[in-house]
């Protein structure tokens, strides 16, 4: 990169260029999500403005992000933020970035929510709040967009990761909604013993660690810049999902939910696992926005 006078038409058109040449997927929207951050402008802005000069240091920070980029630090990671079910949050590399898939299994949960008309109508009822456990909540977007959209909703969100729980915090905080869930640190059902939770759920929720231990090295460069402990299932990949298929039963009441993200390829593994669990109902396994069978509910007996 050649130093002196640099447009934002000139500035784009080199980072897209070093982008392809690195490999980096949809090259122009990086480039452009780069620079709208180091200059706090809108997309649409930077057309509108390709002759304008950046300054020294609006140039160097750029270059460093491309730099980052090209080396497969993920763009959440770099510009500290994701969109995820038409909220934002932020994240950084102590947490798993959210994605699409998980979109689906709030999606279909809350629809399983409102068709079992468990929904709390008052929400100044506290005395029976309608109560969802999120295992692994990361930057806290599972629970914070259900809490959000579920009237008189409590969380406990739980996550072994102490620097990703004071995300999820930030991201409550900002939401102003941090009164209505408690983050806990421990490993998956482990903090809830104690607090006399037993029967009372009616929400079991979690998009776990899911990859085969010996598939963690086949990920893509980009995939293994997150968190180990969010993606390592264990050595088939199914090792959270024992827990949690014989350990969501202790806490859930009778008829209410238990909802799973899954692996493309796991579907019939974890419907085996709930099946012969015994207080479960049989699953109902739906699709993500690729077709993959990618989510599991049920539900308690």
Request: proline share 5%.
């Amino acid at each position: 990169m050649e130093k002196g006078n640099w447009t934002i038409k000139g500035i784009l058109e080199w980072a897209i260029s070093h982008f392809k040449k690195r490999g980096i997927e949809s090259p122009r929207l990086n480039a452009e999500l780069l620079l709208e951050y180091v200059l706090k402008k809108s997309r649409p802005d930077l057309y509108l403005e390709f002759d304008r000069l950046l300054s020294s240091s609006q140039l160097a920070l750029f270059k460093k992000l491309v730099l980052k980029r090209s080396h497969y630090v993920p763009l959440s990671y770099l510009i500290g933020e994701q969109d995820f079910m038409d909220l934002r949050f932020k994240v950084n590399s102590n947490v798993y970035i959210p994605r699409p898939e998980t979109e689906v299994l709030v999606e279909e949960t809350l629809k399983a929510v409102q068709s079992s008309k468990l929904v709390v109508k008052d929400k100044s009822d506290w005395s029976k709040p309608f109560l969802i456990v999120d295992l692994g909540t990361g930057c806290g977007n599972i629970a914070i967009s259900l809490v959000k959209r579920i009237k008189g909703s409590r969380a406990y969100a739980i996550d072994v990761s102490k620097e990703a729980l004071e995300v999820a915090l930030q991201n409550a905080r900002f939401y102003k909604i941090e009164s209505k869930i408690e983050f806990l640190q421990g490993d998956m059902f482990s903090p809830l013993y104690g607090l006399d939770l037993e029967g009372k759920v009616d929400l079991v929720i979690s998009n776990p660690p899911y990859i085969a231990t010996d598939e963690i090295e086949k990920l893509s460069p980009e995939v293994k810049k997150e968190p180990r402990i969010a993606l390592d299932g264990g050595k088939d990949g199914l090792n959270f999902y024992r827990r949690i298929v014989r350990e969501a039963p202790r806490f859930l009441s009778k008829g209410k939910l238990l909802a799973l993200e899954i692996g493309y390829d796991q579907a019939d593994k974890v419907r085996k696992l709930i099946m012969t669990e015994g207080n479960l109902e049989p699953p109902v396994i739906i699709a993500d926005y690729e077709g993959n069978q990618r989510i599991v509910l049920s539900r308690r007996r």
